[in-house]
């Protein structure tokens, strides 16, 4: 009777394991389709033919993402079958906005091509996406190398105060490093990750003494005082990130990630509360320490009040959005190039432009899909370091996501990150890849008790 049952739950696993892999490829075509259709429309705003490169364009995406399907399915097939298709039609939908906006400034300013390389990064990222899946067939591998990964998150965090290989491009934050052959990278966006998997696996194993409140702050019970340790670590952490680096982004990232990762280990609302005051202190320390602090603040307050200086981007930005209004002036037919820096930071204000609020509304639901899918994952995990790691995950991916858009939409200070795989850029769009590929492994984790074909909760996943 209990081998007839296993074998049923077999069956009934692997048949829902055929439909993720029917869902994931379906969604896949889909994404190529609205990006070759994107890439379209952007290259019939310059010319009345179509693009002499479409079918080799339209090969390359289809053979990416063919050999992404193959490797997930075969390596993890209980995996979640979202998460790839709407990373992989982000990634398009900013293909298709970089490609525009060289035309634009190529019109403008002569010979610029960025969507080349971008493409290349993207050839690169499915690389890494694949890659880190075929090498890291269990995620829990990471669980037991967490002091190493640390350190090398905390040595990529520093690279690039080093001399010669460090720089800041003149723009003020140092977070790059050059890297032979001409490009450069920015070791912060693979640091981040490295941290959520040190703070996971921390959090995992000293929950239950960050979660006792054995000492007494007024009529508070609360954890005792050394538990709040590793906040004030990480607390001074970001702060060096924003005092030698002048980045303010990756600062709050940095910070933010561990006090919501602590909440989340152990539910207690005293550590946020500590977070909250801790940050409010670091940032009224930095505003009256740090002038590009300050400009940045006084942008986000006014920026009309010197809209042809230092407001002039986030003026432009604002521009661009109200003019799209709410069905956009088309791909094609905006003024992208009147906003500086706008294939990397304010990517998202062009699209506001061309495709109007319905395009931008569509856009941020693919990311709370991904948010929501990646809390699910984290919500049936089948052990403590692996929910803290795709929440951490997550929760990164989201705020990063917020921080961006809300800058540029003037909800709060500009900060400069990026916007995940669709601000051009290669570091960011390669670390984004190995994330999703994390949240792949994670989802299609099971229990010890369905590794055999027992279907459980995780076997749920992607239904």
């Known amino acids: 009777m209990k081998l007839f049952r296993r074998g049923r739950d077999t069956t009934a696993a692997s048949a829902a394991d055929r439909r993720r892999a029917f869902t994931e490829?379906?969604?896949?075509?889909?994404?190529?389709?609205?990006?070759?259709?994107?890439?379209?429309?952007?290259?019939?705003?310059?010319?009345?033919?179509?693009?002499?490169?479409?079918?080799?364009?339209?090969?390359?995406?289809?053979a990416l993402a063919a050999a992404a399907h193959i490797v997930v399915r075969r390596l993890a097939p209980g995996a979640d079958p979202l998460l790839l298709p709407i990373g992989f039609l982000l990634n398009g939908i900013g293909l298709a906005m970089v490609n525009r906006i060289d035309f634009a400034v190529r019109t403008r300013e002569g010979a610029l091509q960025l969507a080349p390389l971008q493409t290349i990064w993207t050839i690169v990222g499915i690389a890494l996406f694949c890659g880190t899946i075929l090498f890291l067939r269990d995620h829990t591998i990471l669980d037991r190398y967490r002091y190493i990964i640390g350190l090398v998150a905390v040595v990529a965090l520093v690279t690039p105060l080093l001399p010669v290989i460090g720089t800041d491009f003149g723009r003020?934050?140092?977070?790059?490093?050059?890297?032979?052959?001409?490009?450069?990278?920015?070791?912060?966006?693979?640091?981040?990750?490295?941290?959520?998997?040190?703070?996971?696996s921390y959090l995992a194993e000293k929950r239950a003494l960050l979660s006792a409140a054995t000492s007494r702050l007024g009529p508070l019970h609360v954890p005792p005082a050394r538990a709040f340790g590793p906040v004030g670590l990480a607390w001074i952490v970001s702060l060096a990130?924003?005092?030698?680096?002048?980045?303010?982004?990756?600062?709050?990232?940095?910070?933010?990630?561990?006090?919501?990762?602590?909440?989340?280990?152990?539910?207690?609302?005293?550590?946020?509360?500590?977070?909250?005051?801790?940050?409010?202190?670091?940032?009224?320390?930095?505003?009256?320490?740090?002038?590009?602090?300050?400009?940045?603040?006084?942008?986000?307050?006014?920026?009309?009040?010197?809209?042809?200086?230092?407001?002039?981007?986030?003026?432009?930005?604002?521009?661009?959005?109200?003019?799209?209004?709410?069905?956009?002036?088309?791909?094609?037919?905006g003024n992208?190039?009147?906003?500086?820096?706008?294939?990397?930071?304010?990517?998202?204000?062009?699209?506001?432009?061309?495709?109007?609020?319905?395009?931008?509304?569509?856009?941020?639901?693919?990311?709370?899909?991904?948010?929501?899918?990646?809390?699910?994952?984290?919500?049936?995990?089948?052990?403590?370091?692996?929910?803290?790691?795709?929440?951490g995950l997550t929760f990164v991916f989201s705020?990063?996501?917020?921080?961006?858009?809300?800058?540029?939409?003037?909800?709060?200070?500009l900060t400069g990150i990026t916007l995940p795989f669709m601000s051009q850029g290669g570091s960011s769009l390669l670390a984004n890849y190995i994330l999703i590929a994390l949240l792949v492994m994670i989802s299609a984790a099971r229990p010890a008790a369905d590794a055999s074909g027992v279907s459980g909760n995780l076997a749920r996943v992607g239904k």
Do not use: C
């Not at 495709?355 to 984290?378: E, K, P, V």
């Open 241 to 333: 990130v924003l005092v030698f680096e002048r980045d303010l982004g990756l600062s709050l990232l940095i910070f933010s990630i561990f006090v919501a990762m602590l909440y989340m280990a152990t539910g207690r609302i005293a550590y946020v509360a500590a977070g909250g005051l801790l940050f409010a202190s670091g940032a009224l320390a930095a505003w009256s320490q740090f002038s590009h602090v300050q400009t940045r603040v006084a942008i986000w307050l006014d920026p009309f009040a010197d809209a042809q200086d230092t407001g002039f981007q986030l003026v432009q930005s604002l521009f661009a959005l109200g003019t799209g209004g709410v069905a956009g002036v088309g791909w094609g037919q």
């Open 336 to 391: 992208p190039e009147l906003i500086p820096d706008v294939p990397t930071d304010f990517i998202f204000a062009a699209l506001g432009e061309e495709l109007g609020l319905l395009g931008t509304t569509a856009i941020l639901l693919l990311y709370f899909l991904i948010a929501g899918r990646g809390f699910t994952i984290a919500l049936r995990a089948p052990d403590d370091f692996s929910r803290l790691l795709a929440a």
């Open 172 to 200: 003020g934050s140092r977070i790059w490093i050059r890297v032979p052959g001409g490009f450069s990278l920015q070791p912060g966006e693979f640091a981040k990750l490295g941290l959520v998997i040190f703070f996971a």
């Open 25 to 62: 490829l379906a969604l896949l075509i889909l994404a190529i389709l609205i990006t070759l259709s994107a890439y379209t429309l952007v290259n019939l705003a310059q010319s009345p033919q179509l693009p002499a490169g479409l079918l080799a364009y339209g090969g390359v995406l289809a």
């Open 399 to 413: 705020l990063q996501v917020f921080v961006i858009v809300g800058g540029v939409t003037r909800l709060i200070p």
